[in-house]
């Protein structure tokens, strides 16, 4: 094994890891209000989890824009600024998490308006949403954290937390919910607690190990004005990226909900296989963004370029070995998720659209992380518009012939184009590079 692809494996292996970990905290949840005695309970869960996961969604940047401008100063070796990147994206976490515990109700209100659901269920989602909400320094926090440390390029931390994180939340919802008596109040604060001891080891493992770079986060030198300027520029332009992200895969959902209950469900459990697919690309994703910063900010573009090809390698075995898997056990898979014979024979006539979505799907993953790594955000921004602009004008032009058809076309299409879209920026960019490095000072 080539040294590059040691490097890769180590930080994309933990974060696979993590990755897989993530959606244990809402299916502990789930598991625990199933067996209260009423449905409202996993109603409740199920809609304050996706207001979670929606906020939190957007405000992912603070990930994301850490680790590239992180693993660029790391590349540099300049630790001062790796601190003080870590300090401005801290801030900003607290300010956004002190501003949603302020806007806690209005933001609410205004949830339920699109979030239709019983009465009982939407009472008991308040609940749920006015306790976990409180988890917001927390979450945001370890956002910055764990982004810093994959641009330090250690991805093994972000895992010990998640792993922590899960141990915690099963063991004080259990001890609240069937040894304290308490119900959907309990669940919460398991949550709640979890993501803390979570924050708090971060925190711990930080302290451990960098504690030297404290004294580089002065006030003045993280007020710089370049250095703001350019923080703020690439997270506005991830912001506006994950905006788009957002719009296409709820209106997905709209779109499948309005075709019926059937296709509803159909469209939910084939999207699982995406969602298995995107937890192991995004590990590989985190490589790109810790080592393209690194080799950028080393100023070595031989290393960059064969990172970048040992990348796609493992991106295109991943994803030819996963659509063999899919097409060998997949509808085995589905009938483990649900015993619903007739959305399992419904599902059979949308299954090839699941076996386009590894090929159609990898570059766009693992260009996100290079042009991450790279702080070149604008044109990842670019590129997710033009496939946001493309998966609405085919589903809105093709519905009518295709029906439900339509809208698997729309997302395989989008996910094929800002591969495509995102790699031909990358080559221009990288030939730029080229001719400028061999042009005569």
């Keep these: 094994m080539n040294n590059y692809n040691r490097e890769i494996l180590k930080i994309a292996i933990p974060s696979i890891v ?18 209260l005695g009423a449905a409202s309970y996993i109603g409740a869960i199920a809609v304050g989890g996706m207001l979670f996961n929606l906020i939190y969604w957007i405000f992912g940047f603070l990930r994301m824009g850490t680790s590239g401008m ?8 300049d630790e001062a600024e790796t601190m003080r990147i870590l300090a401005r994206s801290i801030g900003l976490g607290m300010l956004i998490a002190l501003a949603l515990i302020v806007l ?52 093994r931390f972000p895992m010990y937390v998640a792993i922590t994180q899960n141990i915690v939340n099963i063991l004080v919802s259990l001890l ?12 919460a604060i398991g949550t709640l607690v979890a993501q803390y001891a979570g924050f708090l080891m971060a925190i711990g493992l930080w302290a451990s190990h960098f504690k030297r770079l404290l004294p580089y986060a002065q006030l003045h030198t993280l007020l710089a004005q370049g250095a703001i300027r350019r923080f703020f520029q690439v997270n506005r332009d991830i912001f506006l990226r994950t905006l788009c992200l957002v719009a296409v895969t709820m209106y997905f959902t709209s779109a499948g909900a309005s075709q019926g209950d059937v296709i509803l469900a159909v469209n939910t459990l084939l999207m699982h296989f995406f969602t298995f697919f995107s937890y192991i690309m995004d590990g590989f994703a985190y490589s790109g963004e810790a080592l393209a ?17 040992q990348l796609f390698i493992w991106g295109i075995g ?10 060998i056990g997949g509808e085995t898979f589905l ?26 799907g990898f570059a766009a993953f693992l260009y996100d992380g290079i042009f991450i790594g790279a702080t070149a955000t604008n044109l990842m921004l670019r590129a997710m518009a033009i496939a946001s602009a493309a998966f609405f004008g085919i589903y809105f032009g093709c519905k009518e012939a295709l029906g439900n058809h339509a809208l698997w076309l729309a997302f395989i299409t989008y996910l094929l184009l800002r591969g495509i879209i995102q790699g031909y ?17």
């Design 70 to 77: 992180t693993s660029q100063a790391y590349g540099k070796k």
């Design 18 to 35: 993590s990755n897989i970990t993530v959606p244990l905290l809402g299916l502990v949840d789930t598991t625990i209000v199933g067996h």
């Design 425 to 441: 920026y990358y080559h221009c960019h990288s030939e730029r590079s080229e001719e400028s490095r061999k042009r005569p000072h």
């Design 335 to 360: 009938g483990l998720i649900t015993n619903e014979q007739n959305v399992i024979a419904s599902s059979s006539t949308y299954f090839y659209w699941v076996l386009a979505i590894p090929l159609a």
């Design 104 to 155: 806690q109700y209005p933001i609410e209100r205004i949830a339920f308006l699109f979030i239709k659901a019983t009465p009982e269920v939407e009472r008991l989602a308040s609940i749920y949403f006015r306790l976990c909400i409180w988890g917001a320094p927390a979450v945001l926090g370890l956002y910055s954290i764990s982004g810093w440390c994959i641009g330090m390029q250690n991805s």
């Design 318 to 327: 991943l994803a030819l070995a996963s659509t063999l898997i899919y097409g």
């Design 293 to 309: 910063g690194k080799y950028i900010g080393a100023n070595n573009r031989p290393a960059l370029q064969q990172m970048v090809r």
């Design 176 to 187: 609240l919910v069937y040894g304290f008596g308490m119900k959907i109040e309990g669940v």
